[in-house]
């Protein structure tokens, strides 16, 4: 049983078309996370959700918009789709109190924008 | 305030050589440290993590890590490199916040040479 899964994988499209991400995670978590990974690795969180509630909103455009229906899924919807959103966007689950800090990824989904 | 720094953008060792990834840190808190790798096309995977009990940290694989105070340190070590090893490595430094206090380095290309 996978623990955090995310789909699709892939994903290939073109400027100006919307798209959406999801993601569940089987763990029991109360917090979800999602990070972009550009092309040199780096990776840079976007948003995190505990308990269905928004915690983190790093400066990400108003383009993307995540939403939680519950605290076993997040999803990440992407308006307006330009060049640099290519990357790898990953899913992880954790908890928020304590000091474990231990997070679990999903594979990852690689959005190419052409 | 924290910060991750990871010394070496790619490292190369022959199979069968010891590995010797670098990280140093610095955290206003007592922090709690994390090696992740990540496999060509994967999600990333915890391979240990140190949290304020043994200062040398056995994890996955093999691999294993030692927490150093007084240099700030937290270098990831393994005797005898293996081909599945080749992958990107990532230390990660938490100041108590949790799965959200996390900040990532920018990663170890690890190549092993047959």
């Known amino acids: 049983d996978t623990a955090v899964s995310q789909t699709p994988k892939y994903l290939v499209t073109q400027m100006g078309n919307d798209k959406s991400i999801k993601c569940e995670q089987n763990l029991g978590h109360d917090t979800m996370y999602w990070y972009k990974q550009d092309s040199k690795k780096f990776l840079k969180i976007m948003f995190s959700?505990?308990?269905?509630?928004?915690?983190i909103n790093e400066t990400v455009p108003n383009r993307f918009s995540p939403k939680s229906p519950d605290k076993a899924h997040l999803n990440l919807h992407i308006n307006s789709l330009e060049l640099g959103d290519s990357a790898v966007y990953f899913c992880?689950?954790?908890?928020?109190?304590?000091?474990?800090?231990?997070?679990?990824f999903g594979e990852g989904s690689r959005l190419t924008v052409l | 305030a924290q910060s991750v720094t990871q010394l070496d953008s790619h490292v190369s060792v022959s199979e069968g050589t010891p590995v010797l990834l670098r990280c140093n840190y610095s955290?206003?808190?007592?922090?709690?440290l994390f090696w992740y790798v990540q496999h060509p096309n994967k999600g990333l995977q915890l391979l240990l993590k140190y949290t304020s009990a043994a200062t040398l940290v056995k994890g996955i694989n093999g691999f294993e890590a030692e927490f150093k105070k007084s240099e700030t340190s937290f270098h990831l070590t393994k005797p005898s490199a293996h081909m599945s090893d080749a992958a990107e490595y990532f230390c990660v430094v938490s100041g108590g916040g949790g799965a959200d206090g996390l900040t990532f380095g920018k990663g170890t290309h690890l190549i092993i040479q047959p």
């Open positions: 959700y505990n308990n269905k509630e928004l915690i």
């Open positions: 955290s206003s808190y007592s922090p709690s």
């Open positions: 992880a689950s954790g908890r928020r109190s304590g000091i474990t800090g231990e997070l679990f």
